[in-house]
């Protein structure tokens, strides 16, 4: 079956600091590959995707690219900030439920402090 | 926009007490989904819809039912409460899009069983 898993929490960085969050998947299609953030009290929010290989996703200085030969969908951002402290999951859906489900990681808490 | 709607936001349960979660979207979407969320284990997957009348089992079924009368509704009932059904329960919707199936999130109903 489809697994993601992603590097453990938590992640503690100065503000301005470069963040990777590492995230690496198992599938038995050719799935679609999704971040999502949530805030402390949240739902979960959709931070970026990318849908097939080499894909780079992008959204509020964060990005991840698609990487089929590493299976692999890393979070980056060069230059963090306090209001970037969430947990952040990497997920990934495919054909065999039709796109219309996630298979989580076990989520990676980022704290940034002033 | 409503977007994704769950009640309650919390409630508590004693063990064997029977309750519903509603969920209720406004967006029109096909797919409605399930997830519960517990501390170091991610979001799993309950039960899945991929319209009305139809719903299928996720990772973690057992001790759930639902049902999908209509597409705006898609309630999660818990027949006979457990303590291991102690959790943050969220359900999500999105449309048909292959591949590129972006989730919408309710806020999350905390569920307590003593």
């Known amino acids: 079956g489809n697994s993601v898993t992603q590097m453990e929490g938590p992640v503690t960085l100065s503000e301005e600091a470069f963040l990777t969050i590492n995230c690496t998947y198992t599938?038995?299609?050719?799935?679609?590959l999704f971040w999502y953030v949530q805030y402390p009290g949240e739902g979960l929010q959709l931070l970026l995707k990318a849908t097939k290989a080499d894909d780079k996703g992008s959204n509020k200085g964060f990005e991840a690219t698609y990487r089929k030969e590493t299976t692999s969908f890393h979070l980056e951002k060069g230059s963090v900030q306090v209001s970037d402290s969430a947990v952040y999951f990497c997920?990934?859906?495919?054909?065999?439920?039709?796109?219309?489900?996630?298979?989580f990681g076990k989520g990676t808490m980022l704290l940034v402090s002033p | 926009n409503a977007g994704v709607t769950q009640t309650p936001k919390f409630q508590v349960l004693k063990t064997g007490q029977s309750m519903t979660l509603q969920c209720a979207q406004d967006?029109?979407?096909?797919?409605m989904s399930w997830y519960r969320q517990d501390p170091g284990m991610g979001l799993r997957l309950i039960h899945y819809s991929v319209g009305a009348g139809i719903t299928d089992q996720g990772e973690v079924p057992n001790g759930y039912n639902v049902s999908r009368s209509t597409t705006e509704d898609f309630p999660l009932r818990l027949l006979s409460a457990a303590p291991s059904q102690t959790s943050v329960y969220f359900c999500?919707?999105?449309?048909?899009?292959?591949?590129?199936?972006?989730?919408?999130f309710g806020a999350g109903s905390r569920l307590t069983v003593l």
């Open positions: 997920a990934l859906s495919d054909r065999n439920s039709g796109y219309s489900t996630l298979t």
């Open positions: 999500a919707s999105s449309y048909r899009a292959l591949g590129a199936n972006v989730l919408t």
């Open positions: 599938a038995t299609g050719y799935p679609s």
């Open positions: 967006m029109n979407h096909e797919y």
